[in-house]
């Protein structure tokens, strides 16, 4: 498509948005809730409140579906699988520890002071 041709059908859809425009701010029913949303700003601006404040007064099912969607977001799927329980015994010490990730503070003590390999040289068991 030349140049030309794209500009001629920018300004064509330009064209017919306005009219789209004009015609609902003629609307009554857009006048209408333009006024309702602008006073219930103008109130809760009065009051201090939020709109999730607002909410949350009007239907109190709905924090509480919005904050277990939060829980739950924020905690482990449970389609995930678990990591496994990985079992170290430290033979010069004959500490054990237990741990189902790679960043437990005695694990990662352990790996500093005698290397990643040498630690993993002691992995006991590991459980699924």
Not at 67 to 78: G, I, N, Q, R, V
């Amino acid at each position: 498509m030349s140049l030309l041709n794209e500009y001629m059908q920018k300004e064509q859809q330009l064209k017919q948005l306005q009219e789209d425009l004009q015609r609902l701010e003629g609307d009554q029913r857009l006048k209408s809730e333009l006024e309702f949303k602008s006073k219930l700003e103008a109130l809760m601006n009065e009051f201090g409140k939020k709109p999730t404040d607002v909410i949350a007064m009007l239907d109190p099912s709905s924090d509480q579906r919005g904050s277990s969607a939060a829980s739950k977001a924020s905690a482990t799927p449970s389609n995930r699988r678990k990591r496994r329980l990985k079992v170290y015994k430290n033979p010069h010490t004959g500490e054990v520890i237990e741990t189902r990730g790679g960043n437990h503070k005695g694990l990662r003590s352990w790996k500093d002071e005698y290397g990643d390999e040498t630690v993993e040289s002691w992995l006991e068991q590991q459980d699924s």
